[in-house]
């Protein structure tokens, strides 16, 4: 505690790190603000936070007795406590996919060339399953729909985004 107060002497200033059931003193300089502040989280916590949660740091108010949500505008002033609090909304993820990094392109095959291509029925299924993956990230990215898709993957896709 002793190296934390030496540090506010400097120019920096003791700060309480707080995610979930653990606590880590520390010291960041004067004006240090909000990507700061994420980065020391990522750098005391990194092993045990969840990237792809959403997170949200909160400053313990001692007018109001309680935390409250830290504006993005914050720069370190003074002593304080501060925790990383995730959301209650997870983000849904399918394996290293997740929806603010995805685009999804489905090329689906014409219904005239059944006769000519092998495993067309395998083909159509895949695609469909494709199509239930937008389902599972909640998808709302742009598309562009082809005349030419067979029904069943037409059908799922217009269902997905109508005209």
């Not at 002497?9 to 003193?25: G, K, Y």
């Not at 980065?39 to 313990?60: M, N």
């Amino acid at each position: 505690m002793a190296e934390l107060q030496q540090h506010s002497n400097n120019s920096h200033f003791p700060i309480l790190f707080s995610f979930s059931v653990f606590s880590r003193p520390s010291s960041l300089p004067v004006g240090s603000g909000y990507e700061v502040l994420i980065q020391k989280f990522l750098s005391l916590y990194g092993d045990q936070i969840d990237i792809h949660r959403k997170f949200v740091i909160q400053l313990f108010s001692e007018e109001w007795g309680q935390y409250i949500d830290l504006p993005k505008s914050f720069a370190v002033a003074e002593k304080c406590k501060l925790r990383l609090v995730p959301l209650q909304m997870t983000m849904t993820t399918l394996g290293n996919l997740t929806p603010a990094t995805t685009v999804f392109f489905c090329c689906d095959m014409q219904e005239r060339f059944r006769p000519a291509i092998k495993y067309f029925g395998d083909i159509i299924s895949v695609g469909q399953r494709l199509v239930s993956v937008l389902l599972v990230l909640n998808f709302k990215g742009q598309t562009i729909l082809f005349t030419y898709c067979v029904d069943p993957c037409q059908a799922a896709l217009l269902s997905l985004f109508p005209a």
